[in-house]
């Protein structure tokens, strides 16, 4: 329907024409449809899915920047649709002094980082860094840099954040031996500005040429250190952008991850409760909690690619975890669902460092893989004692869960693995067939006649 023109009939009576049943949006008696106004906002939304949809699917870099763009400020969110980018095969590169703009924007088929999204670099930073390389050109080096965006544009904070996040990394790769630099570089460039606006200056200076590379050349320098090791430089980009850009501890995994603990931290929240969940994540914080009892428990910090959550130990399992709880440790953990007070945490019943994980793999041709026969002869080999129990304590393969539902013994903590023949990816079996031991498992099923081998997540 559309309005084509307008006339008005001044001051007129009004009256209800709500109708009882649902119609079209214009009736043959020249009625308006009482359900009129939903159905035009259906329209209006339905469109606007389709054109997200159709910009995602046609424009994914630059719909990504965009979106990244548009939660900048919220540090959790962009940690989520990096890890999007990163499925969908997008890379985000890392903050750069001479390319990054105040939003993330496209490059290529990359996305290049904001520099709004890093801390402790406000909007008067930003905006200096840009005038200065548009009326200048590109920076140099960190001498370039503090001569030509004094302390009152650009403060140390400032600079500090930009080489701890990998801003200045073409400048100068190694970023601790900026940070040895920069007091001196600062003290220098402010020198050097009084020198100038007094009517002194190195001879460079005097014939004009104040962006000639020998300039900076004479800038002090401190004595060469080691850079960060790759962790230090991982810990210092958390701190200031919330999460990982240049590297993640856990990418090393991810694939295997995938396999393993298909699940990640962000689908908590509209996760089931009772689903019990296996998650390959890192150890972000650690508080300890002493019970009204005495007992010793834990609330942790945890993250993987695509999120954080808050997860509990519980005193039980405290003690026989107490070992692994290490701030930046790579652990599998094991647990279930809990929310209450609005807030979604996840209750760890078991946790084991990712060293140490291993997987059973098993290959099959596509005729085993559909022959049920041969599926039930797989699952004996795994389990061949199948029985239930209600005790929590019990040695078998299954115990009863607390919500009442047979769910596989956590003490079974070895997935399998299966690869089909001419399938391009691996299936992992449901938690029901995991084992307790990778030497016994394998070995049972070459009895049975399957081509089957152990290896380490890692």
């Known amino acids: 329907?559309?309005?084509?023109?307008?006339?008005?009939?001044?001051?007129?009576?009004?009256?209800?024409?709500?109708?009882?049943?649902?119609?079209?949006?214009l009736l043959d008696s020249g009625y308006i449809a009482s359900n009129c106004f939903n159905k035009s906002h259906s329209v209006a939304y339905g469109y606007v899915?389709?054109?997200?949809?159709?910009?995602?699917?046609?424009?994914?870099?630059?719909?990504?920047?965009?979106?990244?763009?548009?939660?900048?400020?919220?540090?959790?969110?962009?940690?989520?649709?990096?890890?999007?980018?990163?499925?969908?095969?997008?890379?985000?590169?890392?903050?750069?002094?001479n390319s990054s703009g105040e939003d993330f924007t496209p490059k290529g088929q990359q996305i290049l980082f904001g520099l709004a999204a890093i801390k402790n670099l406000g909007a008067g930073p930003i905006a200096a860094i840009l005038q200065g390389r548009q009326q200048g050109g590109a920076f140099t080096s960190l001498a370039d840099l503090c001569s030509r965006l004094d302390s009152r544009s650009l403060n140390k904070k400032a600079l500090?954040?930009?080489?701890?996040?990998?801003?200045?990394?073409?400048?100068?790769?190694?970023?601790?031996?900026?940070?040895?630099d920069l007091d001196t570089m600062m003290d220098w460039a402010s020198r050097r500005a009084k020198e100038l606006a007094s009517g002194q200056g190195n001879i460079f200076?005097?014939?004009?040429?104040?962006?000639?590379?020998?300039?900076?050349?004479?800038?002090?320098?401190?004595?060469?250190?080691?850079?960060?090791?790759?962790?230090?430089?991982?810990?210092?980009e958390k701190e200031l952008l919330g999460f990982y850009i240049s590297d993640h501890p856990l990418n090393g995994v991810s694939r295997s991850a995938r396999l393993m603990a298909p699940i990640s931290l962000c689908d908590i929240p509209d996760s089931l409760e009772t689903k019990t969940v296996t998650a390959i994540a890192l150890i972000l914080d650690i508080k300890d909690v002493t019970t009204k009892k005495g007992d010793r428990m834990a609330i942790l910090q945890i993250e993987d690619l695509t999120g954080s959550t808050e997860a509990?130990?519980?005193?039980?399992?405290?003690?026989?975890?107490?070992?692994?709880?290490?701030?930046?440790?790579?652990?599998?953990?094991?647990?279930?669902?809990?929310?209450?007070d609005e807030q979604t945490q996840l209750i760890i019943d078991d946790m084991q460092p990712i060293e140490s994980v291993r997987m059973?793999?098993?290959?099959?041709t596509s005729e085993q893989a559909r022959d049920?026969?041969?599926?039930?002869?797989?699952?004996?080999?795994?389990?061949?004692?199948?029985?239930y129990s209600n005790s929590s304590n019990s040695n078998n393969s299954y115990g009863k869960s607390s919500y009442g539902r047979n769910e596989p013994d956590t003490s079974n903590k070895i997935p399998v693995i299966a690869s089909i023949e001419y399938m391009p990816k691996l299936v992992r079996l449901g938690n029901q067939f995991w084992v307790q031991d990778e030497v016994t498992a394998v070995k049972a099923l070459q009895e049975?006649?399957?081509?089957?081998?152990y290896d380490a997540l890692v």
């Not at 500090?160 to 990998?166: F, R, S």
């Not at 590379?213 to 430089?233: C, G, L, M, N």
């Not at 049920?372 to 797989?378: C, G």
């Open 372 to 387: 049920r026969q041969v599926l039930e002869r797989l699952k004996k080999a795994l389990n061949p004692n199948p029985s």
């Open 49 to 97: 899915t389709y054109q997200t949809a159709f910009l995602k699917a046609n424009y994914p870099v630059e719909y990504m920047a965009a979106l990244l763009s548009s939660i900048s400020g919220d540090q959790d969110k962009v940690q989520r649709y990096i890890a999007n980018c990163r499925s969908m095969g997008i890379s985000v590169l890392p903050p750069d002094v």
């Open 205 to 236: 200076d005097f014939f004009g040429e104040s962006n000639n590379t020998e300039t900076f050349d004479i800038a002090p320098t401190t004595s060469r250190v080691q850079d960060y090791s790759s962790q230090e430089k991982l810990r210092l």
């Open 160 to 180: 500090e954040a930009l080489i701890q996040t990998g801003a200045l990394d073409l400048l100068e790769s190694n970023r601790h031996q900026l940070m040895n």
């Open 360 to 364: 059973v793999k098993v290959e099959l």
């Open 448 to 453: 049975a006649g399957f081509k089957a081998s």
């Open 1 to 25: 329907m559309k309005i084509v023109s307008r006339k008005s009939l001044g001051i007129q009576p009004v009256f209800d024409i709500g109708l009882a049943n649902d119609h079209n949006f």
């Open 312 to 340: 509990v130990v519980f005193p039980k399992t405290y003690d026989k975890v107490k070992h692994l709880l290490e701030k930046d440790k790579r652990v599998m953990v094991w647990g279930k669902i809990d929310r209450r």
